[in-house]
C-alpha cells in the first residue's frame, strides 16, 4: 500500500511541473530560436531566447521593442523584428533613413557604416501611415531582412511578445533591453 501512495505521490508532482511548464510557456515565457541574419547586430543566427508574453496583455508596444510575431502572409513562420512605427504614425524611408511624422529615427542599434543599398535607390523610398493596430517592423540588418518594407504593417494581432532574454550561446546571455528614443 505504500508503495502505491509513492507511484501517486509521484504522479502528481509530474503532473503539476508538466501543467505549470505548460501554463508558463503558453502565457508567461516562450522559447524563439533566431534564424538567419535580418536583426544583426542585435541578434545572431541561432541564439536561443526567451520571449515574454504578459506585458503586451496589458500595455502596448513601444518604439524600439523587439517582437516576435506569426508571419502575416503564413502564420506558421515567426518572424523577430524591431518595431520603429507606432498606431497612427507616419513612417517614410528616404535614402537609408527612417522619418516618424517626418522626424528622422535616431537609430544608434544601426552602424553607421551598414549598406543600405536597397534604401538609397530613390525609386524604392517608402511610406505610410499606420492604422490603429498597426505597426511598422524593420530588421536591423537591413539588407537582409523580410520586414514591413515589404509586407506592409503588423497588425497587432500577429505579435506573440517581445523578446527578454537570450539564453544560448553562454556567451550572449544577457537582458534585452528596448533603446530610448527622444
Not at 534564424?35 to 496583455?57: A, C, D, P, Q
Not at 496589458?58 to 508571419?71: A, E, I, L, N, S
Not at 503564413?74 to 533613413?97: A, C, F
Not at 490603429?132 to 520586414?147: E, I, K, P, Y
Request: hydrophobic share 40%.
Amino acid at each position: 500500500m505504500r508503495r502505491f501512495s509513492s507511484v501517486v505521490e509521484v504522479v502528481k508532482v509530474v503532473a503539476i511541473v508538466f501543467l505549470s511548464a505548460i501554463i508558463i510557456r503558453t502565457f508567461v515565457f516562450q522559447p524563439f530560436v533566431v534564424e538567419g541574419s535580418s536583426m544583426e547586430r542585435t541578434f545572431h543566427n541561432g541564439e536561443y531566447l526567451f520571449i515574454e508574453k504578459v506585458s503586451y496583455k496589458v500595455k502596448t508596444p513601444k518604439r524600439g521593442d523587439v517582437v516576435v510575431f506569426r508571419y502575416p502572409r503564413d502564420i506558421r513562420y515567426n518572424y523577430i523584428k524591431r518595431i520603429v512605427g507606432l498606431p497612427g504614425e507616419t513612417v517614410q524611408i528616404k535614402q537609408g533613413n527612417v522619418y516618424i511624422n517626418g522626424n528622422q529615427l535616431s537609430e544608434e542599434y544601426i552602424p553607421a557604416t551598414q549598406a543600405t543599398l536597397v534604401d538609397n535607390n530613390p525609386d524604392l523610398n517608402y511610406e505610410v501611415t499606420l492604422e490603429d493596430d498597426q505597426f511598422f517592423v524593420l530588421g536591423d540588418n537591413r539588407d537582409h531582412s523580410s520586414d514591413s518594407r515589404e509586407w506592409g504593417p503588423l497588425d497587432r494581432k500577429f505579435i506573440i511578445g517581445r523578446s527578454a532574454l537570450v539564453l544560448y550561446p553562454q556567451s550572449n546571455f544577457r537582458a534585452v533591453a528596448s533603446p530610448n528614443y527622444q
